[in-house]
């Protein structure tokens, strides 16, 4: 049904269809019998649990950061069947990101560029909402992100906060520093300041107790554009900070092989163009950390061939987005049951 509808999906802008789809999440968890007709639509049939950092998650797929920046519909997106739900990017203090338009469809390709900057609603009014009632079973994280306008050297200050903040509401934590829409942010991933950022946020994590008595995991979500050498640089300062687990990756500057016209847009791109590279930075990550290091693979993932292929090159966990545009609602659904 999906791909007769999404002609019609595909004539809004992308960031107002986007906002539709949220609000019609939110708004099915709050109708009497909306989350159960979700569930009869969509909840996978059969799925494998898997456990990582000690954490229960009911299959290996979940939702990728910035679907649902400020936990507005987690009931809805759980009753599509994700296994786990990243909420986020959050900053410290409310800010509306870059102007509009900034959310751009590369239909020939599968693929969208956005360059939204973080927009969020802040820290208060997305941890009252994970204060309150949660869906039963559904792995929550909270990606963390610094505010523009906080200076490059002061930036330690906002993700100490957030991580003191969300420890105690979050199943995981994971500290973005791989975003190319806000300026400089990803020379954070260089080595020695990756490592003194790392553990200065780990070290606020542990002054609040986590939602279960080990400490909330914290991860560190990297670029997909690293060199190997400057990969294995990230990976050593995570490494050394006593990072729990990284996600791999975030959106690409790479404009190779495109088709659409749009290409030329400034921002970060996501969906098909992604699948080798995201897979190759996976690929390295197991490599050079011989496997110890959980990881969560991102980027790219359209199909559930594709997810597969992430859990074969050692991923423990996949996520979507740009998949979720173009493959429908149902997607998650299928994925889960054929990795069963």
């Known amino acids: 049904m999906y791909s007769l509808l999404r002609p019609l999906a595909f004539v809004f802008d992308p960031e107002d269809a986007h906002h539709h789809a949220l609000s019609a999440a939110a708004l099915a968890a709050r109708l009497p019998g909306g989350l159960g007709v979700m569930r009869a639509l969509y909840s996978p049939r059969k799925a494998r649990p898997v456990t990582v950092w000690g954490l229960p998650f009911p299959n290996a797929v979940g939702l990728a950061a910035g679907y ?20 986020g990017t959050v900053t410290p203090r409310p800010q509306p990101g870059n102007p509009k338009p900034r959310v ?84 954070l991933q260089a080595g020695p300041a990756l490592t003194a950022l790392l553990s200065a946020v780990r070290a606020a994590r542990d002054e609040t107790p986590g939602r279960r008595a080990q400490p909330t995991p914290l991860l560190v979500k990297l670029a997909p554009d690293l060199s190997v050498e400057d990969l294995r640089e990230s990976l050593t300062a995570a490494i050394d900070a006593g990072i729990d687990g990284v996600i791999a990756t975030n959106t690409t500057l790479n404009r190779d092989g495109l088709k ?55 991923a423990s966990l996949v996520q979507l987005y740009t998949g979720l545009v173009y493959g429908g609602p149902d997607l998650p659904r299928r994925i889960v049951e054929a990795l069963a």
């Open 68 to 87: 649902d920046k400020d936990a507005k519909a987690l009931f809805g997106l759980a009753a599509l069947g994700f296994g786990h739900i990243e909420i």
């Open 104 to 187: 751009f469809r590369l239909s020939e390709d599968e693929a969208l560029i956005n360059r939204l900057g973080f927009p969020s609603l802040g820290a208060d009014v997305v941890a009252a909402r994970l204060s309150g009632p949660r869906p039963e079973g559904v792995i929550v994280g909270v990606n963390l992100g610094k505010n523009k306008d906080t200076a490059l050297e002061d930036a330690v200050q906002d993700y100490s906060l957030l991580a003191r903040r969300f420890a105690p509401l979050a199943d995981y934590l994971v500290v973005n520093v791989s975003s190319p829409n806000t300026p400089d942010l990803r020379r």
């Open 260 to 314: 659409s016209p749009l290409s030329a847009e400034v921002g970060g791109l996501s969906g098909a163009p992604l699948t080798q590279r995201s897979l190759g930075a996976l690929q390295e990550i197991v490599r050079f950390t011989e496997g110890r290091l959980p990881v969560i693979s991102v980027g790219g993932v359209m199909t559930a061939e594709h997810a597969q292929a992430r859990l074969d090159a050692g």
